[in-house]
């Protein structure tokens, strides 16, 4: 008699090995990165090609470049899936130091020469190739703040004892990446190191705390200046339709003429001058004109995927300090995809902050897949994948 086939299996569905670990993870997380990198240098190419040749330059111009810094940060991303996360725990300080010196060198006076100022501010040093220390800071405090959560993991419910020592580094890089200035950037960094010691364990209202701390801080920062424009035209855009909120007003119009499908790639009218930083801060507002709801949604389910994706290996995490650094990391992508989104859609202030995979900026997408390349890494050391221990 012939046996009955089996409708379904009969254990836990896994899928084959990849080579990249036991698991869907790995691959899922390099897959949507490939999605993103490959969308966000098509989108990139359309949103920056009249810039290039209003400046004289050829239409590939910026595209070129971005492909050049995809390239790299593909080796940084394979470096870092393959190293073991512990090596992180070793590299936290200098990491650290790394980043301070690098933002002293930006700040100081006496080094325009490698770090001129751009457009108001000193973000980059310039040694042939351009470096924004701001963003090596960004992953150096997620993997410092993993790595000292762990060693005072009894101490948290001590203010002085436990966060005081975080409080005392973030306070440096802050004020550093603030005298660049670049208050969004430093605003995202502290907001990455709480999320990494209030998944440790810390206590809700130390944060308030420390919140009633910085208030007076950020009121004086953000009532002078630009930056008091931008709060200005956040909270009433039809003020300075022609200054402050000119920008968020074109991104509503683009967003809004995208409709269901958009306008066709390449075919967007933003980005002829009416759209200032369509390739950079406001690129979202360039993928909802041209590629419309459809795409938008694309993009948002793309992000929502890596998140979910990376909190689950933090969930699988072999150990607490792999737990946090994969926290801290998918934080960091989740954060940034939804403020830079959010400025666009005229729900947050102005903020600067890069699109992940999407926006120009070589720097920031090297980071981000280092990022991702230790995402993997964690995941090949959770129980059952291929980097773990026998």
């Not at 590299?91 to 108001?120: D, F, H, Y």
Request: charged share 10%.
């Amino acid at each position: 008699m012939a046996r009955p086939v089996d409708v379904a299996p009969a254990g836990r569905v896994r899928l084959p090995d990849s080579g990249l670990g036991r698991g869907w993870e790995p691959t899922v997380i390099l897959g949507l990165t490939l999605l993103l990198l490959a969308f966000g240098l098509v989108t990139l190419y359309s949103a920056s090609s009249v810039l290039a040749v209003r400046q004289s330059l050829p239409d590939t111009f910026y595209v070129l470049r971005q492909a050049a810094g995809a390239g790299f940060g593909l080796l940084v991303l394979a470096a870092c899936a393959l190293l073991p996360h512990r090596v992180w725990w070793v590299l936290a300080w200098p990491l650290l130091v790394l980043s301070l010196v690098l933002l002293l060198i930006v700040v100081v006076p006496g080094t325009e020469a490698i770090a001129p100022e751009i457009k108001g501010a000193r973000r980059w040093i310039d040694l042939g190739v351009t470096v924004q220390p701001s963003e090596l800071a960004k992953i150096s405090v997620i993997v410092w703040t993993a790595s000292m959560a762990v060693k005072k993991a009894g101490l948290f419910r001590s203010l002085t004892r436990g966060l005081g020592p975080f409080l005392a580094v973030w306070g440096a890089v802050l004020l550093l990446v603030a005298l660049e200035p670049d208050l969004s950037t430093a605003c995202l960094i502290v907001m990455l190191g709480l999320v990494v010691v209030f998944a440790a364990g810390a206590r809700v209202g130390h944060f308030l705390f420390m919140g009633m701390l910085a208030l007076p801080f950020l009121r004086s920062q953000l009532a002078v200046g630009f930056r008091a424009d931008r709060m200005a035209a956040f909270f009433d855009p039809a003020a300075d339709p022609a200054g402050a909120g000119f920008q968020v007003r074109q991104s509503l119009v683009a967003l809004g003429s995208g409709g269901l499908t958009g306008v066709g790639f390449g075919e967007g009218r933003q980005k002829f001058g009416f759209l200032p930083e369509a390739h950079n801060d406001f690129i979202f507002a360039m993928v909802g004109e041209e590629w419309g709801l459809l795409g938008v949604l694309l993009l948002v389910t793309s992000y929502a995927a890596v998140v979910l994706v990376g909190f689950r290996i933090a969930a699988r995490a072999p150990d607490a300090f792999a737990e946090l650094l994969a926290v801290g990391l998918t934080s960091l992508i989740a954060l940034q995809a939804v403020l830079h989104m959010g400025v666009g859609l005229a729900l947050v202030p102005a903020t600067g902050l890069a699109l992940p995979l999407i926006s120009y900026g070589r720097s920031n997408l090297i980071v981000t897949l280092a990022a991702l390349g230790i995402l993997i890494s964690i995941a090949r050391a959770a129980p059952g994948g291929k980097g773990a221990r026998a």
